[in-house]
């Protein structure tokens, strides 16, 4: 394909990014456009796993995220009273083997703009429309700017606003697999040491970590339930149903409750999947958790993303055109992203034990899921381009 392409990429998170590095290096012009005032900083921790580990060395990136992982060295389980049930040590409680690395969302973020500090990069611009034509897509953006470009490649996550105005709701489904995540950050009053401290019980778990930062903790909540907030995209609602499903369930649950409101950074949404038959219509592409995230109970949204990038910019830069690239970017990533949504959806229903689990019990669980996560994690072939 010629590279002449001039190439949209909205969301400066990670498949953006990602994205407009290999597309740059195969001669592309791409342009990153996000819809907030800056990449958003901090957030809570992901994973480098399989063969998205193999994508980070060929970007020159690996040593970097390396040198920014996280540094926890234990997690430690506790019942309802607060007692130490047992504790683990090492990479075992993160389900991480070999090469694989786990890094703070931001600091990751920070490390991919870094590789395209050379394209031009927008802030504060949300897409208003997108219009198709035979040889080109004409974005109006918010702010009143108009663009023509040769493509349109969204990586706006899982609430993809672009998504919802190219493809109709016969193209895609949002699947909810009756779990919800909400993170924030707190003053790290358990003066934890580089450990997660967790309490696992009624289908539910609370935790907290504390890792480089001593003065600051990250509250995490997960819970399986068949009701949802009376407004699931409105903060004051969500956080009402957390109280609803956490207060008096134990441990630290009322305090960690207590200092929900004073977080400038808090997170909460429902456990779910974007089910696509393809990513692409037209001109116009879906890459990352826009079109195929896999849960955040899989631990594989940052590796689907980093993969999907490669393997999109890969095929745009081997094809004729942008139809038989968008053709063989479907075809290709299809078992990889099958893997590993299946692998979430089977945490999703593995997980959240009804009793707290012994040291025994948590082992044998974690063996099964270092099985099943090694298959889904390596369940593609990078082509070389």
């Known amino acids: 394909m010629p590279h002449t392409k001039k190439i949209l990429v909205i969301g400066a998170s990670v498949a953006g990014p990602a994205l407009c590095y290999w597309l740059n290096h195969y001669g592309f012009q791409p342009t ?51 007692n130490l049930l047992f504790e683990e040590h090492g990479e075992k409680g993160g389900f991480r ?20 500090t050379d394209i031009p990069c927008f802030y504060d611009h949300a897409i208003e429309s997108l ?30 606003a672009t998504r919802r105005m190219v493809f109709s709701k016969d193209d895609y489904h949002l699947r909810n697999l009756g779990c919800y995540i909400s993170v924030f950050s707190i003053p790290n009053y358990l003066q934890l040491d580089h450990c997660e401290t967790l309490l696992e019980a009624k289908q539910k778990l609370v935790s907290i970590t504390s890792d480089k930062d001593s003065t600051k903790a990250f509250a995490g909540f997960m819970f399986r339930s068949s009701n949802s907030p009376n407004d699931i995209r409105d903060e004051a609602s969500q956080k009402d149903f957390l109280r609803e499903n956490f207060t008096n369930h134990g441990w630290e649950s009322n305090k960690l409750l207590s200092l929900m409101n004073d977080a400038n950074d808090f997170y909460f949404d429902a456990i779910m999947q974007v089910k696509m038959k393809d990513w692409t219509k037209g001109r116009i592409a879906l890459v990352g958790d826009a079109g195929y995230t896999p849960s955040p109970l899989s631990g594989q949204g940052t590796s689907l993303a980093l ?25 290709l990533l299809k078992p990889y992203v099958e893997a590993n949504q299946a692998f979430g959806v089977w945490v999703s ?10 040291a025994e019990q948590a082992e044998e669980r974690n063996n099964i899921v270092l099985g099943i996560m090694k298959k889904a994690t390596h369940a593609i072939e990078l082509p070389e381009y």
């Open 307 to 331: 993969v999907g990038a490669y393997i999109l910019a890969g095929e745009l830069k081997t094809a004729t055109d942008h139809v038989a690239a968008f053709a063989r970017y479907n075809e």
């Open 349 to 358: 229903e593995s997980f959240l034990a009804d009793e707290p689990l012994s």
């Open 32 to 82: 990153l456009v996000e819809k907030n005032q800056s990449t958003r900083k901090g957030g809570y921790a992901i994973d480098l796993r399989g063969i998205a580990v193999d994508v980070a060395k060929q970007m020159g990136i690996y040593d970097s995220v390396c040198a920014m992982r996280t540094s926890l060295q234990c997690v430690r389980y506790v019942d309802a009273a607060g």
């Open 97 to 116: 083997q070999g090469d694989e690395v786990e890094i703070v969302r931001g600091d990751l973020v920070d490390i991919l703009m870094k590789t395209i």
């Open 131 to 160: 219009t198709q034509h035979d040889d080109h897509v004409t974005v109006q953006f918010k702010n009143g700017k108009t663009e023509n470009y040769d493509l349109v490649i969204a990586a706006d996550g899982l609430h993809s």
